[in-house]
């Protein structure tokens, strides 16, 4: 995280609400970024992230170090994690329209909605 984002975080003590994290700007460019910040989100309360709820998050981010198992960042973990990325409504299955929304987020106007849907 940069000087600027860690500054944008604590320039008061009140918890981060997601626009507050809407506004670091490696989130706010990066397609999959409203995506991230609803994961802070989803270990937490809309009213905020505390200290623990951030660092968990950010802990799937870690790499798996062997022989030392950490179930925060395990591959479970970071499957799931991805996984989440995709499930949108939150009702635990992917479904189509899902899949086709976060490639749209990630290509944008890249790919056509023809490619996009294409199953070949
Ligand atoms: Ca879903």
Redesign the pocket.
Known sequence: MTDSAQAELSRDNSAPLRDDFLRIPELAINPLGDRIVHSFFTEGSEDGVNFRQFMRTLAKFRPIKEHQANQLNSREAKLKFAFNM??????????RE?LLSVLHMMVGANISEEQASSSN
Not at 86 to 95: A, K, Q, R, V
């Open positions: 995709y499930d949108l409504d939150g009702d635990n299955m992917i479904s899902e």
